[in-house]
């Protein structure tokens, strides 16, 4: 490749729009280009560094015996409906009706699709296990699309599923691929780590996430100090509390509180720490509402809360939801909360007593509360955010908490999907049985983005040679100097000889811009030819991510630019 035929120029600016160091990095060296908020189109250097994700994927997915095929990007409705998640993805799912008045949607994930198939055409013990996967374009309508290719409306992916006779079958399945996932993320050169999960929309008991430690990462995860646990934040727990022991239970009053709707001013009213305040949050849960029960000083996770309800969808009260239920926002308790709301509470609610409650009425709390005697509580659940500084449910130490992407999931779904969507096979006696599933995702884009994330400085991107979309740059850097031309192109079709995907920077530009170019778009070795080097007898040779520079003899340029390569990461 000459880049005077490229298509597609680095902008010396960062874009307005990019908060992002990938965002920032990958728009600036030409990878990518926004066609509106969470949509991009993919340019020839990005396009090579996706093709070069796909190729690893491919390799291992095909080494453990799955098998690519391609499935739909538009979905019917009923599937969805079936399974419940046409109502559990809510919003976030792209949905669509055809000209016949059919409901169809855009497709975030596959199982409605791949077990029917495999019902149709597997329908015998005899033909277990099978494996398939694809990459293809996945779809979600995000409320708030940023961070370039981290957080998109449309995303390229792996997925696979594999089907299998017996929870033993799927679980050495599902092995096999865990291990395969390890080999995907450490060819493409990643720093990551294997964390318990929460399942979110896919559902499942047994999951774990493969996320890559990153500033900017949305996605958190809880390590504990003594280097024994590892969960996604969503899923975290921390050491469960000893039961409370309240000797003498406050005598339960109600206190005015006139415009003391937040925690924060209601402790500061009353002259108590947040964590004395039963903090009483209310939501629908697929039409049942629920009061989740948490200290003051804590967050409700929604996400586990959701786990509990699955595949029905969990929302916040809205006005009109106080309103229906008689109560009022800012001041609920849940002394006095009818049968029909369902009363959960987070297992800290257990070791403590004598808080201070919304009084269910206006401008006022309740002080002494206690449970058992002024509530009840119907189930106590892990329900709260893990804080820095938590116990860890193993050993005690102090839990911290990290940045991180998520490249890749994984779930034990066993019949979560084959029982609704009756996809069965017949035994040996012929009796029917639903498939056990489990499903594996890999965002291809995503590993794009988290690389960038991990490797890059203030002068561009530092690929590992695995990812990048060139691993040679030869740089003219001055053009108009004949032996220089002539030793520059012996050097690039030298290279390319030998296999190494080489690029030659011909363009009419400047030697800084070429040098400034190539550091931003991060090849992993530069070769420098120019005027004074040749009259010298010699070329420099840069490792891009340790920034280490060498020179060589003209006659022994390739060979100078092969073990370069090689050494580089």
Same mark, same amino acid.
């Given at each position: 490749?000459?880049?005077?035929?490229?298509? @597609?120029?680095? $902008?010396?600016?960062?874009?307005?729009?990019?908060?992002?160091?990938?965002?920032?990095?990958?728009?600036?060296?030409?990878?990518?280009?926004?066609?509106?908020? /969470? %949509?991009?189109?993919?340019?020839?250097? /990005?396009?090579? #560094?996706?093709?070069k994700?796909?190729?690893?994927?491919?390799?291992?997915?095909?080494?453990c015996?799955?098998?690519?095929?391609?499935?739909?990007?538009?979905?019917?409705?009923?599937?969805?409906? @079936?399974?419940?998640?046409?109502?559990?993805?809510?919003?976030?799912?792209?949905? $669509?009706?055809?000209?016949?008045?059919?409901? +169809?949607?855009? !497709?975030? #994930?596959?199982?409605?699709?791949?077990?029917?198939l495999?019902? !149709?055409?597997?329908?015998?013990?005899?033909?277990?296990?099978?494996?398939?996967?694809?990459?293809?374009?996945?779809?979600?309508?995000?409320?708030?699309?940023?961070?370039?290719?981290?957080?998109?409306?449309?995303?390229?992916?792996?997925?696979a599923?594999?089907?299998?006779?017996?929870?033993?079958?799927?679980?050495?399945?599902?092995?096999?691929?865990?291990?395969?996932y390890?080999?995907?993320?450490?060819?493409?050169?990643l720093?990551?780590?294997?964390v318990?999960?929460?399942? !979110?929309?896919?559902? *499942?008991?047994?999951?774990?996430?493969?996320?890559?430690?990153?500033?900017?990462?949305?996605?958190?995860?809880? #390590?504990?100090?003594?280097?024994?646990?590892?969960?996604?934040?969503?899923?975290?727990?921390?050491?469960?509390?000893?039961?409370?022991?309240v000797?003498?239970?406050?005598?339960?009053?109600?206190?005015?509180?006139? /415009?003391?709707?937040?925690?924060? @001013?209601?402790?500061?009213?009353?002259?108590?720490?947040e964590?004395?305040?039963?903090?009483?949050?209310?939501?629908? @849960?697929?039409?049942?509402?629920?009061? %989740?029960? +948490?200290?003051g000083?804590?967050?409700?996770?929604?996400?586990?809360? &959701?786990?509990?309800?699955?595949?029905?969808? +969990?929302?916040?009260?809205?006005?009109?939801?106080?309103?229906?239920?008689?109560?009022?926002?800012?001041?609920?308790?849940?002394?006095?909360?009818?049968?029909?709301?369902?009363?959960?509470?987070d297992?800290?609610?257990? *070791?403590?007593?004598?808080?201070?409650? !919304?009084?269910?009425?206006?401008?006022?709390?309740?002080?002494?509360?206690?449970?058992?005697?002024?509530?009840?509580?119907?189930?106590?659940?892990?329900?709260?955010?893990?804080?820095?500084?938590?116990?860890?449910?193993?050993?005690?130490?102090?839990?911290?908490? /990290?940045?991180?992407i998520?490249?890749?999931?994984?779930?034990?779904?066993?019949?979560?999907y084959?029982?609704?969507?009756?996809?069965?096979?017949?035994?040996?006696? *012929?009796?029917?049985h639903?498939?056990?599933?489990?499903?594996?995702g890999i965002?291809?884009?995503?590993?794009?983005? &988290?690389?960038?994330?991990?490797?890059?400085?203030d002068?561009?991107?530092?690929?590992?040679?695995?990812?990048a979309?060139?691993?040679?740059? +030869?740089v003219?850097?001055t053009?108009?100097?004949?032996?220089? %031309?002539?030793?520059?192109?012996?050097?690039y079709?030298?290279?390319?000889?030998?296999?190494?995907? %080489?690029?030659?920077?011909?363009?009419?530009?400047?030697?800084?811009?070429?040098?400034?170019?190539?550091?931003?778009?991060?090849?992993?070795?530069?070769?420098?030819?120019?005027?004074?080097?040749?009259?010298a007898?010699?070329?420099?040779?840069?490792?891009?991510?340790?920034?280490?520079?060498?020179?060589?003899?003209?006659a022994?340029?390739?060979?100078?630019?092969?073990?370069?390569?090689?050494?580089?990461?």
């Open positions: 490749m000459r880049l005077s035929h490229l298509f @597609a120029r680095t $902008l010396r600016e960062d874009p307005a729009e990019a908060d992002a160091a990938s965002h920032r990095l990958l728009m600036r060296a030409a990878f990518i280009r926004q066609v509106m908020a /969470g %949509v991009y189109t993919t340019l020839p250097l /990005g396009l090579r #560094t996706v093709r994700i796909e190729a690893i994927v491919r390799e291992e997915m095909d080494a015996g799955a098998q690519e095929l391609r499935m739909p990007i538009l979905l019917p409705s009923d599937p969805w409906k @079936a399974t419940g998640r046409w109502e559990a993805y809510g919003d976030e799912m792209f949905k $669509l009706t055809d000209r016949h008045g059919r409901e +169809v949607g855009l !497709g975030p #994930t596959q199982e409605e699709v791949v077990a029917p495999v019902a !149709g055409e597997l329908p015998s013990y005899r033909d277990l296990p099978v494996n398939l996967y694809q990459i293809e374009w996945k779809y979600r309508d995000e409320r708030r699309p940023r961070y370039g290719l981290l957080r998109g409306r449309e995303f390229l992916m792996k997925d599923y594999s089907f299998d006779v017996d929870e033993d079958a799927m679980r050495r399945s599902y092995d096999v691929m865990l291990q395969a390890h080999r995907v993320f450490a060819r493409c050169g720093d990551y780590l294997v318990e999960a929460d399942p !979110g929309s896919i559902g *499942g008991d047994v999951n774990h996430e493969f996320m890559a430690p990153a500033e900017i990462g949305e996605d958190l995860y809880v #390590t504990c100090e003594n280097g024994d646990y590892l969960a996604d934040l969503e899923a975290a727990s921390q050491h469960l509390p000893e039961a409370a022991s000797d003498e239970p406050a005598k339960s009053e109600d206190v005015a509180t006139p /415009g003391a709707t937040s925690v924060a @001013a209601v402790a500061r009213l009353l002259e108590v720490p964590s004395q305040i039963l903090k009483t949050m209310l939501f629908d @849960a697929g039409g049942q509402a629920v009061a %989740v029960l +948490v200290p000083d804590r967050e409700v996770n929604e996400k586990k809360l &959701a786990r509990l309800y699955s595949p029905s969808q +969990v929302r916040a009260f809205d006005e009109d939801a106080f309103e229906a239920h008689g109560l009022v926002r800012g001041f609920v308790g849940p002394q006095g909360l009818g049968q029909e709301i369902a009363i959960l509470a297992r800290l609610v257990s *070791g403590a007593g004598n808080w201070v409650a !919304g009084a269910n009425r206006p401008d006022h709390h309740t002080v002494g509360v206690n449970v058992t005697r002024d509530f009840r509580v119907d189930r106590y659940e892990d329900l709260v955010q893990i804080s820095e500084g938590d116990r860890c449910p193993n050993d005690g130490g102090a839990l911290r908490i /990290g940045s991180s998520v490249v890749g999931h994984i779930y034990q779904l066993g019949t979560l084959s029982e609704p969507l009756k996809a069965t096979f017949a035994d040996e006696d *012929g009796i029917e639903p498939y056990q599933m489990a499903c594996y965002g291809i884009s995503r590993i794009v983005a &988290a690389a960038a994330e991990q490797f890059h400085d002068d561009g991107l530092t690929w590992p040679k695995a990812l979309p060139f691993e040679v740059c +030869v003219l850097a053009r108009d100097h004949e032996p220089s %031309v002539a030793q520059a192109e012996a050097i079709e030298g290279l390319s000889e030998r296999g190494v995907e %080489v690029v030659l920077d011909d363009r009419a530009e400047s030697a800084g811009v070429k040098f400034k170019d190539a550091d931003l778009i991060g090849y992993p070795v530069q070769v420098v030819v120019g005027k004074r080097g040749i009259e007898g010699t070329i420099d040779v840069k490792a891009r991510r340790s920034g280490e520079r060498t020179t060589a003899p003209l022994a340029a390739v060979d100078a630019a092969s073990r370069a390569l090689q050494a580089a990461p």
